[in-house]
């Protein structure tokens, strides 16, 4: 008998990768030049790695179906966040919205592939994002939500479980909820 394992999936801009904000909107990195891994991003990742959770990492990547940044660059930038801290995997929508996938967030298509492939246990895991698609796509998955609040202007139209201010306050936080669901009678 196997047995599944709960994963954190984690969006890569805004969450373990800084972005440019325009017009309160972020802006990823095209460049290997622009991708800055964010200071308290590797830490949070390594603790919910040694709590027990597969680390994940789900990506919407547009400007790839746009051609403003190609594929060669994409894997360079992921073999760069995989070397700062441990991440199980990186799961990449390419396409652009209009285009009818089933990967681009708010659509939980990259969630459920890993867990398909990863045999991981969804109910038991937490999608961490700082937009309202990521709480989406972690919501149609049947995960608990975390949304990092970054003050875009872009409205909310998915209420999260959870909201932090970065990635590390999300990492204490479920592992708080983690501690207080393991015990019986949870946590005061
Ligand atoms: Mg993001
Ligand atoms: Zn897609």
Known sequence: MTTRRPAIFLDRDGVLVATDVRNGKPIAALTLDDFTILPEASTAVASLKAAGFMTIVVT??????????????????????????????????????????????????????AADDLDLDLAASYMVGDRWRDVGAGLAAG???????????????????????????????ILDREKAVRRPGGRA
């Open 60 to 113: 919407n990547q547009p400007e790839l179906a746009r051609g403003n940044v190609d594929s060669a660059t994409m894997d360079a930038m992921h073999a760069r966040l995989a070397a700062a801290m441990p991440i199980d995997a990186v799961y990449v929508c390419p396409h652009d919205s209009g285009e009818g996938c089933d990967c681009r967030k708010p659509a939980p298509g990259m969630l459920l592939r």
């Open 143 to 173: 995960c608990t939500t975390v949304l990092i609040e970054c003050g875009y202007t872009e409205p909310e139209r998915v209420e999260p479980d959870l909201t932090a201010r970065d990635v590390a306050e999300a990492a204490t936080l």
